[in-house]
Structure formats: C-alpha cells, structure tokens
C-alpha cells in the first residue's frame, strides 16, 4: 500500500514536469509554422494575402487563432502580442493604421480581464495598497504621456515611416530580450517612470512593444517575474484604453474585418494564460520570444525594400 502511496504522489509531482515540457514542444511547432508562413509572406511578389482573401471567413477564422496564440504567450510571459502580431499584419498587406487601433482595443479588454486573472490565482497580489498595484498605478499613469505622442505623432508620419520605425523596434527588443538578461540594475521610481513613458510610446505608435520593456525592466530590477506579468497586463490593459479612444477620435472606427476576428480569438487564450504562468519555466519562452521578435522585426525591414 505504501508503494502504490509513493507511486500516485511522484505521478502527481511530476505533472507539471510533463506539462511544462509538453507546452515546450507546442511553443517550438508554432514557431516553425509561423516562421514558414511569414518567410512565404515576405517574400511573395504578387498581391498580399490580406487583400485577396479580405472578404473571405478564411482571413478573419486565420486572424483569430493568430490572436488567440500571440495573445496566449502575451499573457504568459507579459510580452508578444503586439510585438508579434503587427509585423505579421504588415506583412499580410494591412495598414498601420488599420493594425494599431485593432490591436490595441483587443490588448485593452485582454489586458484588463488577464490581470485580473493573474491576481485571482495567485500569480500577483494587485490589491489596492500592495507595492504592485503601486508599480502597475505609476507605470500606467506615466504611460498615458508616451501614448498621447505617439498616436499624434503616427498620424503625421508617412507610412513607410512608421513601418521602418516599426522594423527597427522589433529587432531591437528581440536583441533586447536575448541580451538583456545579463544587464542587472536595483529597483528604483525613476526606472518605472522611465519604462512606462518609453513602452508606451512605443505601443502607440506600433501596436506592440509594451510588454517586452515593461515585463523586462521589471524582472532586471528584481520585481518577481510572475509579478511582473501580471502588473504588465492590467497595466497594459489600462494604456491601450487611452490609446485606441485617441486613435478613434483622430482617425475613426477600425475595420470591423480585422477588429473582431483580433479581439474574439485573443480572449479565450487569456485563463489559460494565467493559470500556464503557474506550471511554465519563463526564461525559455523568453528567449523563444527574443529569437521571434529578431526574425519578425527583419522580415519587416526586408519588406519595405522588397
């Protein structure tokens, strides 16, 4: 009896072992898929995927589980969505301004209700008080600065601008993510500050870029890496309200095409997302993060001069 006792207790330890290493190998086959589907994308010389197939339940059903895995590892490691999504979007022959508006409104409700999760399991304390729901307050609040100029600033900018500031951006977070683990600093205000006005320009003027400075920063300054999800996250959720209101009021309502498919396939990642952060070594999807962003951000450059 007491065998039997031991063998039931090492199944159930070794279960988050197995999902871990399980979740591992599903991280590795998407990337592949991905990497495949972008390269053929970036490459193609006739019209775009996007406006050939734009008025087809192909393109919006594509769109969603696009969402759903970008903002799946978003929600899991506090970076990927935007960072992930909008070069792809650009490569398939959508706007700028079609993408950010889109992207934003699906981070917002994704934001909110995965930070909200992230507390309720237990991941990170965000009650009123706490020194992260501090953190998430200061970051949000200063980031509202970085978000205002931005969505003014991309409004005025040409195209081929912004995608080229977009290119640049990617690379450099994915360089930054890989690399920047070896650079240690202490916690301070001023860095929060700092992050926050920075990531949310960045968010704003792109889509994405939010989450690998914030997420980042905060792990180097010594703020737990599953706090600093969850602070990101309703943090993140908060920024893209300002966002995508500014963007309506400047520009108008985005395409209901690209918007809902974004917004529907992205939510249900969300409580997966969270309890995943519980049973999922980070430092290995990071660098699978670091690794993608590098390659995406050097396809976009290479499509502005194809």
């Not at 972008?38 to 050939?52: E, M």
């Not at 991309?154 to 930054?176: D, H, N, R, T, W």
């Not at 926050?196 to 968010?203: I, P, S, W």
Request: proline share 4%; net charge positive.
């Amino acid at each position: 009896m007491s065998e039997l006792y031991e063998y039931e207790v090492d199944v159930k330890e070794d279960s988050p072992v197995r999902w871990g290493r399980a979740l591992k190998i599903f991280w590795v086959v998407c990337l592949i898929i991905v990497a495949v589907g972008v390269i053929s994308l970036t490459f193609a010389k006739d019209i775009s995927f996007a406006q050939h197939y734009k008025d087809t339940i192909l393109l919006m059903v594509l769109l969603a589980f696009m969402a759903l895995f970008a903002e799946y590892i978003d929600s899991s490691i506090g970076m990927g969505y935007g960072t992930t999504l909008t070069p792809i979007l650009l490569i398939m022959g959508f706007s700028p301004l079609q993408i950010v508006p889109s992207v934003l409104l699906s981070q917002c409700i994704c934001g909110l209700l995965g930070g909200g999760m992230h507390h309720r399991v237990g991941n990170v304390n965000l009650s009123w008080g706490t020194r992260a729901n501090k953190i998430m307050t200061v970051m949000a609040l200063c980031s509202i600065v970085g978000t205002v100029a931005a969505v003014i600033l991309a409004l005025s900018l040409p195209k081929s601008a912004v995608k080229l500031y977009i290119g640049l951006m990617i690379l450099g977070i994915g360089i930054f993510i890989l690399v920047g683990q070896n650079i240690m600093g202490k916690f301070s205000w001023g860095k929060i500050v700092g992050l926050g006005t920075v990531a949310a320009f960045n968010k704003g003027i792109s889509g994405g870029g939010y989450g690998p400075l914030v997420t980042g920063g905060q792990v180097m300054f010594g703020i737990p890496g599953k706090n600093a999800v969850g602070i990101t996250s309703l943090a993140e959720g908060l920024v893209c309200v300002v966002g995508f209101v500014l963007y309506v009021v400047l520009y108008g309502f985005p395409s209901w095409r690209l918007m809902l498919p974004l917004v529907g396939g992205a939510i249900f990642s969300v409580p997966l997302a969270a309890f995943t952060v519980k049973i999922l070594p980070e430092e290995s999807l990071r660098k699978g993060i670091g690794i993608a962003t590098v390659f995406l951000g050097t396809l976009t450059l290479i499509k502005l001069v194809l």
